[in-house]
């Protein structure tokens, strides 16, 4: 087998990659730039190209520009930790086999570069970004994925169904589907079929001639017409009436439709993406949606998640959504307290991200300083989670920790209490196994006494401070758990993988676990 290549500035990045390939009997070269990478390649070619993007001098989108064009068999792998958008579409546009952002679990690369190993990809040339799709934002995992799923489509014709809840941006994935295909430059045409009353929904669609009902003094053309040659965005396609399901139907199938009171056919040459909050599935069971509607919008289905499923975004979209408000409204971007940023991130969301975007306008207009603390966020947000508190607190009573099981401190308790990190109490005792005092009670009166001890001496922001000593201690009992097994650790914790790894980069744990 040929060398696996890795460029990437970092050294340490390079040292995890050389290590795993090491263990795994792959041979590999490591540089530090693309230029080495180019001069490399006058004589040898490697079996797979892991790079990463933002690199002094040239980028490695600009290296896979190059290598594609020259040899467009080696299949890439593009590794950034800037997770965004336009990076994973640009990359996939260039040619990437695939994208993994930074920080990757290991196990995870040497899977991507195994199948490299074996399938060659080509794409496209890239393209510039578009204003639209800046707000479309995410690390998280699923929304790795959905920026993925673009950057795989943007080069396609194929129709498309967007489902998800209210307020997840099925709208901004639909128009960035399109400002990424070979029909960019033609018109991008969106209809909530919800909002228009069913008399009037016909004619929004196809159009209609003058005459053919009252009211109708002009000819005028339907949404059909005005998207010729772009897309056709059909937004919560669920509630279309029955008829009307019919007549979309044949034109997905024929490719012509009629307008109201028309007799010639008028061609439609539109790219259709649909989207749903419902289970168009569960209509279909009901009688309500048409089966074989659903089989021709469902030629690729697009999930986007809720809120609450990628709670490690909601700092990010905070401080975009923050910034926008205050340059639309006028002064300085206001900054959250790690203590409000912890409520916003325990809160569900039923709004997902335009609730997001609407608690940041009003802390904009609201919030009387440029620091914005608990006491400052909306009523509904800090009604939830007071509510939280409570429920917690009637759920797990202080006998909730079985009196003959030992459990382990973690370092936010030592301030209050003198227990040594990572000691082990018996709750049932006066003694724990270091010879100090037991904790009288249980680890939440033990973090509580903790928390009121750091309040007490001045401590700016505690709870920062407290939740990583607390994540520190749960990673690693849940790896001496699984015997360093991360993705059960992080099933354990009830983490995705990405977020355990991130979370152990975060806290210079990779050493240590």
């Given at each position: 087998m040929k060398n696996v290549w890795i460029v990437d500035d970092d050294r340490s990045i390079r040292w995890v990659l050389e290590k795993a390939l090491s263990r795994e009997g792959l041979p590999w070269r490591s540089f530090e730039n693309a230029i080495d990478v180019q001069n490399a390649l006058e004589n040898e070619t490697p079996a797979v190209l892991v790079s990463d993007v933002r690199m002094p001098g040239e980028s490695g989108l600009s290296l896979l520009k190059k290598i594609k064009a020259a040899h467009p068999q080696?299949?890439?792998?593009?590794?950034?930790?800037?997770?965004?958008?336009?990076?994973?579409v640009q990359a996939f546009q260039g040619g990437a086999f695939e994208y993994l952002p930074k920080p990757f679990d290991v196990e995870q690369a040497l899977d991507l570069i195994r199948r490299a190993a074996a399938v060659t990809e080509t794409a496209p040339s890239s393209e510039e970004r578009t204003a639209g799709e800046r707000e479309m934002l995410g690390k998280a995992a699923a929304m790795q994925d959905v920026?993925?799923?673009?950057?795989?489509?943007?080069?396609s014709h194929v129709t498309v169904l967007i489902t998800g809840e209210s307020g997840t941006g099925k709208e901004l994935v639909a128009r960035a589907l399109h400002e990424h295909s070979p029909r960019k430059g033609k018109p991008f045409i969106a209809i909530n079929t919800a909002a228009i009353?069913?008399?009037?929904?016909?004619?929004?669609?196809?159009?209609?001639?003058?005459?053919?009902?009252?009211?109708?003094?002009?000819?005028?053309?339907?949404?059909?017409?005005?998207?010729?040659?772009?897309?056709?965005?059909?937004?919560?396609?669920?509630?279309?009436?029955?008829?009307?399901?019919?007549?979309?139907?044949?034109?997905?199938?024929?490719?012509?439709?009629?307008?109201?009171?028309?007799?010639?056919?008028?061609?439609?040459?539109?790219?259709?993406?649909?989207?749903t909050h419902q289970n168009l599935d569960e209509r279909v069971r009901q009688g309500m949606f048409r089966e074989d509607l659903l089989h021709r919008l469902n030629v690729v289905r697009l999930?986007?998640?809720?809120?609450?499923?990628?709670?490690?975004?909601?700092?990010?979209?905070?401080?975009?959504?923050?910034?926008?408000?205050?340059?639309?409204?006028?002064?300085?971007?206001?900054?959250?307290?790690?203590?409000?940023?912890?409520?916003?991130?325990?809160?569900?969301f039923p709004g997902n991200v335009r609730q997001l975007e609407n608690i940041c306008h009003w802390i904009t207009v609201m919030a009387p300083g440029s620091q914005v603390d608990v006491a400052d966020l909306p009523p509904e947000v800090r009604g939830a989670a007071a509510g939280s508190t409570t429920a917690e607190a009637v759920a797990a009573p202080?006998?909730?920790?079985?009196?003959?099981?030992?459990?382990?401190?973690?370092?936010?308790?030592?301030?209050?209490?003198?227990?040594?990190?990572?000691?082990?109490?018996?709750?049932?005792?006066?003694?724990?196994?270091?010879?100090?005092?037991?904790?009288?009670?249980?680890?939440?009166?033990?973090?509580?006494?903790?928390?009121?001890?750091?309040?007490?001496?001045?401590?700016?922001?505690?709870?920062?401070?407290?939740?990583?000593?607390?994540?520190?201690?749960m990673i690693r009992s849940a790896l001496t758990q699984t015997k360093g097994r991360r993705i059960e650790a992080s099933e354990w914790l009830g983490w995705g993988r990405n977020t355990l790894t991130r979370k152990i980069h975060e806290y210079g744990l990779d050493d240590d676990v």
């Open positions: 080696v299949p890439v792998i593009v590794m950034t930790a800037f997770s965004d958008l336009d990076t994973a920026f993925r799923a673009i950057g795989r489509l943007s080069q009353p069913k008399d009037l929904l016909e004619s929004e669609l196809f159009g209609h001639e003058r005459g053919s009902f009252t009211g109708a003094a002009a000819t005028r053309q339907g949404r059909f017409q005005q998207a010729e040659g772009g897309t056709l965005f059909l937004d919560e396609i669920g509630d279309m009436p029955a008829d009307l399901q019919v007549r979309l139907l044949r034109v997905l199938q024929d490719g012509e439709y009629y307008r109201v009171g028309g007799q010639a056919p008028m061609k439609s040459n539109v790219r259709i993406i649909a989207a999930r986007l998640p809720p809120l609450r499923e990628r709670r490690e975004d909601v700092p990010l979209l905070m401080k975009h959504f923050l910034s926008k408000s205050a340059q639309t409204l006028g002064g300085e971007a206001k900054v959250l307290t790690a203590a409000a940023m912890q409520v916003l991130q325990n809160f569900s202080a006998t909730a920790v079985p009196q003959d099981r030992p459990a382990t401190v973690p370092a936010v308790m030592t301030e209050a209490t003198g227990v040594t990190p990572g000691a082990t109490v018996a709750f049932n005792g006066n003694h724990h196994a270091s010879g100090s005092p037991a904790v009288s009670g249980d680890w939440q009166q033990a973090l509580a006494a903790a928390l009121a001890a750091a309040i007490q001496h001045g401590e700016q922001a505690p709870g920062e401070r407290l939740t990583r000593e607390f994540e520190t201690t």
